[in-house]
């Protein structure tokens, strides 16, 4: 069986292949990436294993995605790559759509004609974001009966993917599936990203920026269970046609969470608590954004059993060691 995975130099998709190649090796895994300014395969550790291969391509290449379809003919797609950062969205939106729209529409032309004779067995998952939903009040939780609603480039962007994605099971019976899920954390996260920042600037005694008044919601979950939610779905059948929310049930504002960071930072590191939250500066709010995100997680847990494995203290401490010694931090 091949498995094609899109992204995998990113974050999420790294942590995804880190896990499943070693654990199955009768799998051939095959990763393209196009290796923009936040992927690297410094974050793939298996680069060794005979079941996986990299190739550096761009989703937004029609012929050169088609050709590496047709070459490798896999069974799976798994759908990481994308433009993920908000705020470069609201900078430069236009990589945005092309990536994140036409790169996704070009997947799902050349898996409906590779895959036309025989659908059985064929997967075609994509990895989306509950940013899809827009904004919540100080309650309530998305679920997946949820109306869309994105406000930023990013999330209009990747709203208009997983529209797409589901029409082409719809229109065309292509055996989909979709994963919304909340904000993920762990190693490998490019550095522009919230947590690695605050712990970077922190250990540097740099200002760490918080957006606005640090009352924003996010939603929290560690990387390895958004992992494992994502390889449920796709080896279950159950799921095709289907979309499922995934989250942490760590709902906490901003502020909250950095406070939290720099509570386990000045015990790891035995700099004073005070002169850490000193360094906390509010910053002129991002344009647009969302006030809360919290998602409920009830499909994938009844559907599937799927609860994620690790708690937040145990996923924030992991979390933290590994970019205290990516820094340099004894
Ligand atoms: N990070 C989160 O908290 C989060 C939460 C929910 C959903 N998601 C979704 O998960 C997926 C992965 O997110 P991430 O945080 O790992 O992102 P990331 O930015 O860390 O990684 C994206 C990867 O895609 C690659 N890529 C970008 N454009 C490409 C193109 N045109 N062709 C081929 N490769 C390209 C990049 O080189 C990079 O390796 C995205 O679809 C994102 O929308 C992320």
Not at 104 to 123: H, I, P, V
Not at 246 to 261: A, C, F, Q, R
Not at 269 to 276: A, M, P, S, V
Not at 305 to 320: M, R, V
Request: glycine content about 6%.
């Amino acid at each position: 069986m091949n498995y094609l995975v899109t992204g995998g130099s990113g974050f999420i998709g790294s942590n995804f292949l880190n896990k499943y190649v070693p654990l199955n090796p009768t799998i051939n895994f095959i990763n393209i990436d196009a290796l923009t300014y936040a992927g690297t395969n410094k974050n793939i550790e298996i680069q060794h294993f005979k079941n996986y291969q990299f190739i550096k391509a761009d989703i937004t290449n029609e012929n050169e995605i088609k050709k590496i379809m047709y070459e490798f003919k896999p069974t799976k797609i798994i759908h990481f790559a994308a433009e993920s950062h908000v705020d470069q969205s609201i900078s430069t939106p236009k990589k945005f759509i092309q990536t994140n729209v036409l790169g996704t529409f070009n997947l799902l032309e050349s898996a409906k004609e590779m895959w036309q004779e025989d659908y059985s067995e064929k997967r075609f998952h994509h990895i989306s974001t509950d940013e899809v939903y827009g904004s919540l009040e100080k309650s309530g939780y998305f679920t997946e009966s949820t109306p869309y609603h994105p406000r930023s480039p990013y999330s209009a962007s990747k709203a208009s993917s997983d529209h797409i994605v589901q029409a082409y099971y719809h229109t065309f019976g292509l055996p989909i599936s979709i994963s919304n899920c909340s904000n993920n954390y762990g190693k490998n996260q490019h550095d522009e990203k919230m947590i690695p920042t605050v712990i970077r600037n922190a250990v540097n005694r740099k200002k760490i920026p918080i957006y606005g008044d640090g009352k924003n919601v996010r939603d929290w979950l560690f990387v390895e269970d958004h992992c494992d939610a994502i390889w449920e779905i796709i080896s279950n059948p159950i799921t095709i046609g289907k979309t499922y929310n995934i989250g942490g049930k760590n709902d906490i504002s901003n502020w909250e969470l950095v406070t939290h960071i720099l509570t386990i930072l000045a015990k790891k590191t035995g700099i004073n608590i005070d002169n850490l939250v000193d360094l906390v500066t509010f910053v002129e709010d991002r344009k647009g954004h969302d006030f809360r995100y919290a998602i409920d997680p009830t499909k994938v847990e009844t559907e599937l059993g799927f609860l994620p494995k690790y708690n937040f203290e145990e996923g924030l401490e992991i979390t933290i060691d590994y970019y205290l010694k990516k820094y340099n931090v004894k």
